[in-house]
């Protein structure tokens, strides 16, 4: 045996003996793990983006149905089934006394497999975008049937097999269907490279993305098809003549077919911005929209302004239906979606501007319309309540949800469904009168489906989701959670913690404390820096399934703050240091409070928020006793030059007041973290998704690699940005726990698989106490020297 393994060997047999002396014992079982997160069953269509509308009942209200996922670590495959629900059955059993058994769904469709299309959200599904048809004897859906490619299937609620809709091959991602017409959006095959011959091509304007990965499975191109029959047409853009190409425009929301199938509103990129457009107040200043011209690279970006748009399906033409933008590229919250009248004269839209005039009396703020009804077929536009800003209401926050509106009974009267940020629906009414519209009342909660039932998806912060039914009587039960959930007592306690900043910001975040919760022990925290967005929901991750692990830690004693993003400063100079001193005031207050121990801070930036978290191991190291960074930005100087050409806009010339040339390159020199990582003592780990992340980190990695620092660079080829392969977020997540174990409690997992992990990581420990032997390192605690 050689003599550094056997010293390896030794130290860890110590571990096991020093485990009584550590500040915050290993808690007993039960504990929930990383494996018990990803095997966990969740109700989860990623397209019904609210609690409420993951339940879908059919239009006779016989049948209701939803969606659940699972990872099998095994396999490294997702699970996913849609079940369907009798409702007379849930009703007589919720009418029931104690003691009858609760209905059990029929598994209508089962896949299993990779997810390999894109996902906007952690926890994704092999199954999506479930929707009923009209005579309510069949549901359709978006699926993953063994193949990386979304496909839309017919399902029978009778049985059967599923039927295909759409060719094979064909990535689609968006869709509706009436009758035999299928609107939908699909990636078609890639462009042609400009060859100069077969040893060259012209590479001029392109980014580095399409030169060095051109097979990458993220695409920025989709197009609009429609589907009537047997003859398949896809949309031309009105403005350049060329099929309609901008792919982030699709997921705002789905085309939306009239009930007489013969037109259907879908989204559209604007042509060039018109130079008054700049006088419509966006929700956050830096997202206000600037003239200028369009191009076919800048029309497919995320951040080009899109509008509603109405096709026709008899000849495919496609012109605005309002004149204007929609709210979300400019930051209000509101989701996008779209209901059309009965006797199709009238469709109810969301979230958009109405067409400057001379006279903007009704709206001189010059805001978004939270709702909008337009007037067929003269396209007249009638805003039916107008949004609220968030800068300036910020106490008052309702947002409409996904699909949360539509008509009732005829054009002239709507209901519209918000909820707050403990994901409480309320329902108003509308009616038009006297040339506008008048709210009739308000109702909170569930709204009835005619069936005499109404049920609801109901989940806190500590109570994992379930399905919960309320009959005629008001009487309210319990029926059906998924398999594989947690056990109540292997989980810390979670609730929210608010608290100050020195400027009177006032933060919000979930505060989860460690199984076996002690008053008066002082516990390690690990700051998880992005995406607390919903008071009501459960936690276990987190926001993201990349890096974080909030129960996961807080069951080997860390107490977890995740805290939400703040956005009102976006690419302004004050963008990372507000979020630093939102870092740093909450360790302050968790100190005081006698929960957590000071000297031992972990921070975890994902995404964005490694910008964030780069700061604040730059901005007081001394602070955080370890980092971790995942797959993000960090507006660096690097970063910018290779990722900066063909975009419309470059954050960081806006965030640095010039580009990074002539005399701008010193505000850069000056405020880009790049540039200051000698400042770094943080124990980093960096983790890089897919070759394009490789180069993302490098800049950071290669620098704080070179200076002789403790970092670590972590690496997932075949993954997405949220992890969704079982085997990968077991990698990414478990990496994390066992980093911040090793850094903030001296702890090594005996399991003789991670052997090398903790060889590396124990000369890293070397490295940090000969750079800053005074500094507080508590990797020692499980060493001899």
């Given at each position: 045996?050689?003599?550094g393994?056997?010293?390896?060997?030794?130290?860890?047999?110590?571990?096991?003996?020093?485990?009584?002396?550590w500040?915050?014992?290993?808690r007993?079982?039960?504990v929930?793990t990383?494996?018990?997160?990803?095997?966990?069953?969740?109700?989860?269509?990623?397209?019904?983006?609210d609690?409420a509308?993951?339940v879908?009942?059919?239009?006779?209200?016989?049948?209701?149905l939803?969606?659940?996922?699972?990872?099998?670590?095994?396999?490294?495959?997702?699970e996913?089934?849609l079940w369907?629900?009798?409702?007379?059955?849930?009703?007589?059993?919720?009418?029931?006394?104690?003691?009858?058994?609760?209905?059990?769904?029929?598994?209508?469709?089962?896949?299993?497999?990779?997810?390999?299309?894109?996902?906007?959200?952690?926890?994704?599904?092999?199954?999506?975008?479930?929707?009923?048809?009209?005579?309510?004897?069949s549901?359709?859906?978006?699926?993953?049937?063994?193949?990386?490619n979304?496909?839309?299937?017919?399902v029978?609620?009778?049985?059967?097999?599923?039927?295909?809709?759409?060719p094979?091959?064909q990535n689609?991602?968006?869709?509706?269907?009436k009758?035999?017409?299928?609107?939908?959006?699909?990636?078609?095959?890639?462009?042609?490279?400009?060859?100069?011959?077969?040893q060259?091509?012209?590479?001029?304007?392109?980014?580095?993305?399409?030169?060095l990965?051109?097979?990458?499975?993220?695409s920025?191109?989709?197009?609009?098809?429609?589907?009537?029959?047997?003859?398949?047409?896809?949309?031309?853009?009105?403005?350049?003549?060329?099929?309609?190409?901008?792919?982030?425009?699709?997921?705002?929301?789905?085309?939306?077919?009239?009930p007489n199938?013969?037109?259907a509103?879908v989204?559209l990129p604007?042509?060039?911005?018109?130079?008054?457009?700049?006088?419509?107040t966006?929700?956050?200043?830096?997202?206000?929209?600037?003239?200028?011209?369009?191009?076919?690279?800048n029309?497919?970006?995320?951040?080009?302004?899109?509008?509603?748009?109405?096709l026709?399906?008899?000849?495919?033409?496609?012109?605005?239906?309002?004149?204007?933008?929609?709210g979300?590229?400019?930051?209000?919250?509101?989701?996008?979606?779209?209901?059309?009248?009965?006797?199709?004269?009238?469709?109810l839209?969301?979230?958009s501007?109405l067409?400057?005039?001379?006279?903007?009396?009704k709206?001189?703020?010059?805001?978004?319309?939270?709702?909008?009804?337009?007037?067929?077929p003269q396209?007249?536009?009638?805003?039916?309540?107008?949004?609220?800003?968030?800068?300036?209401?910020?106490?008052?926050?309702?947002?409409l949800?996904?699909?949360?509106?539509?008509f009732?009974?005829?054009?002239?009267e709507?209901?519209?469904?918000?909820?707050?940020?403990?994901?409480?629906?309320?329902?108003?009414?509308?009616?038009?009168?006297?040339?506008?519209?008048?709210r009739?009342?308000?109702?909170m909660?569930?709204?009835?489906r005619?069936?005499?039932?109404?049920?609801?998806?109901?989940?806190?912060?500590?109570s994992?989701?379930?399905?919960w039914?309320?009959?005629?009587?008001?009487?309210?039960?319990?029926?059906?959670?998924?398999a594989?959930?947690?056990?109540?007592?292997?989980?810390g306690?979670?609730?929210?913690?608010?608290w100050k900043?020195?400027?009177?910001?006032?933060w919000?975040?979930?505060?989860?404390?460690?199984?076996?919760y002690?008053?008066?022990?002082?516990y390690?925290?690990?700051?998880?820096?992005?995406?607390?967005?919903?008071?009501?929901?459960?936690?276990t991750?987190g926001?993201?399934?990349?890096a974080?692990?909030?129960?996961?830690?807080a069951?080997?004693?860390?107490?977890?703050?995740?805290?939400?993003?703040?956005?009102?400063?976006?690419?302004?100079?004050?963008?990372?240091?507000?979020?630093?001193?939102?870092?740093?005031?909450?360790?302050?207050?968790?100190?005081?409070?006698?929960?957590i121990?000071?000297?031992?801070?972990?921070?975890?930036?994902f995404?964005?928020?490694?910008?964030?978290?780069?700061?604040?191991i730059?901005?007081?190291p001394?602070?955080?006793a370890?980092?971790?960074?995942?797959?993000?930005?960090?507006?660096?100087?690097?970063?910018?030059?290779?990722?900066?050409?063909?975009?419309?806009?470059?954050?960081?010339?806006?965030?640095?007041?010039?580009?990074?040339?002539g005399?701008?390159?010193?505000?850069?020199?000056?405020?880009?973290p790049?540039f200051?990582?000698?400042k770094?003592?943080?124990?980093?780990?960096?983790?890089?998704?897919?070759?394009?992340?490789?180069?993302?980190e490098?800049?950071?990695?290669?620098?704080?690699?070179?200076?002789?620092?403790?970092?670590s660079?972590?690496?997932?080829?075949?993954?997405?940005?949220?992890?969704?392969?079982?085997?990968v977020?077991?990698?990414?997540?478990?990496?994390?726990?066992?980093?911040?174990?090793?850094?903030?409690?001296?702890?090594?997992?005996?399991d003789?698989?991670?052997?090398?992990?903790?060889v590396?990581?124990?000369g890293?420990?070397?490295?940090?106490?000969?750079?800053?032997?005074?500094?507080?390192?508590?990797c020692?605690?499980?060493?001899?020297?």
């Amino acid at each position: 045996m050689n003599s550094g393994l056997a010293r390896h060997l030794l130290k860890r047999a110590l571990i096991i003996s020093l485990a009584a002396a550590w500040a915050v014992p290993l808690r007993a079982a039960p504990v929930f793990t990383v494996r018990d997160s990803i095997e966990m069953e969740r109700f989860n269509d990623p397209s019904a983006r609210d609690p409420a509308a993951q339940v879908k009942y059919s239009p006779d209200s016989r049948h209701f149905l939803i969606i659940t996922s699972r990872g099998l670590i095994d396999s490294g495959q997702v699970e996913s089934t849609l079940w369907l629900f009798n409702t007379s059955s849930v009703a007589h059993y919720v009418s029931a006394r104690d003691g009858a058994p609760a209905p059990q769904p029929a598994a209508l469709v089962r896949l299993r497999g990779k997810i390999q299309s894109y996902q906007g959200d952690s926890y994704g599904s092999l199954i999506t975008s479930a929707t009923w048809s009209t005579d309510s004897k069949s549901i359709i859906y978006l699926g993953q049937n063994g193949s990386r490619n979304p496909r839309l299937f017919r399902v029978d609620i009778g049985g059967g097999s599923p039927v295909a809709l759409t060719p094979a091959g064909q990535n689609v991602s968006t869709f509706d269907v009436k009758s035999d017409v299928v609107v939908y959006t699909a990636i078609p095959s890639p462009p042609l490279r400009r060859r100069l011959n077969r040893q060259a091509e012209d590479i001029t304007g392109k980014n580095l993305s399409e030169i060095l990965f051109p097979t990458r499975e993220i695409s920025s191109t989709e197009h609009l098809f429609v589907h009537r029959g047997r003859a398949v047409f896809d949309v031309k853009d009105p403005y350049t003549g060329l099929p309609l190409n901008s792919a982030s425009a699709y997921h705002l929301f789905s085309p939306k077919i009239a009930p007489n199938a013969r037109a259907a509103v879908v989204p559209l990129p604007v042509g060039e911005i018109p130079a008054n457009w700049a006088s419509y107040t966006p929700a956050m200043e830096w997202a206000r929209l600037v003239p200028k011209p369009a191009t076919p690279e800048n029309k497919s970006e995320f951040t080009w302004p899109k509008q509603y748009g109405l096709l026709n399906l008899a000849d495919g033409s496609l012109k605005p239906l309002i004149s204007a933008p929609v709210g979300w590229m400019t930051g209000f919250s509101d989701a996008l979606f779209v209901s059309w009248a009965p006797d199709n004269s009238a469709i109810l839209v969301s979230n958009s501007y109405l067409p400057l005039s001379k006279d903007n009396s009704k709206n001189p703020a010059l805001l978004p319309c939270t709702a909008v009804v337009v007037r067929l077929p003269q396209q007249e536009a009638e805003c039916v309540v107008l949004s609220r800003s968030p800068e300036r209401d910020s106490n008052h926050r309702l947002y409409l949800v996904p699909n949360g509106g539509e008509f009732v009974g005829s054009a002239n009267e709507l209901r519209l469904r918000f909820w707050n940020e403990n994901k409480e629906i309320q329902t108003d009414t509308y009616r038009f009168q006297g040339g506008s519209w008048i709210r009739l009342d308000t109702v909170m909660g569930g709204t009835d489906r005619g069936s005499g039932l109404n049920v609801n998806l109901e989940q806190t912060l500590n109570s994992p989701p379930a399905l919960w039914a309320t009959d005629e009587s008001g009487h309210k039960k319990k029926f059906w959670s998924p398999a594989h959930q947690i056990e109540p007592s292997a989980i810390g306690e979670a609730s929210i913690y608010k608290w100050k900043d020195d400027t009177g910001y006032e933060w919000i975040g979930g505060l989860i404390k460690p199984v076996g919760y002690r008053s008066g022990v002082r516990y390690p925290i690990v700051i998880q820096t992005h995406g607390f967005h919903s008071p009501g929901e459960f936690i276990t991750d987190g926001a993201y399934t990349t890096a974080f692990a909030a129960r996961e830690l807080a069951s080997a004693g860390f107490v977890v703050l995740e805290l939400r993003d703040r956005h009102d400063h976006t690419l302004s100079p004050a963008e990372a240091a507000d979020m630093v001193r939102g870092f740093e005031s909450a360790i302050d207050q968790l100190s005081q409070a006698g929960l957590i121990d000071s000297q031992r801070v972990g921070i975890i930036g994902f995404s964005r928020t490694c910008y964030y978290v780069e700061s604040a191991i730059i901005h007081a190291p001394s602070r955080y006793a370890a980092a971790s960074i995942s797959d993000g930005i960090d507006e660096s100087y690097l970063q910018s030059i290779m990722f900066d050409v063909n975009r419309s806009n470059s954050e960081g010339s806006q965030i640095y007041g010039a580009p990074p040339f002539g005399e701008g390159l010193a505000n850069w020199v000056s405020a880009a973290p790049g540039f200051h990582l000698d400042k770094v003592h943080t124990p980093l780990m960096i983790s890089a998704i897919a070759p394009m992340s490789v180069l993302e980190e490098w800049e950071i990695y290669s620098s704080l690699h070179q200076q002789g620092k403790p970092v670590s660079f972590f690496y997932m080829p075949h993954d997405q940005h949220i992890l969704q392969n079982p085997l990968v977020r077991l990698a990414s997540q478990q990496a994390n726990v066992d980093w911040f174990r090793f850094w903030l409690q001296g702890y090594e997992d005996p399991d003789p698989a991670k052997r090398e992990q903790y060889v590396r990581w124990e000369g890293l420990c070397d490295m940090q106490r000969t750079e800053n032997p005074t500094r507080p390192a508590f990797c020692v605690a499980s060493r001899t020297h």
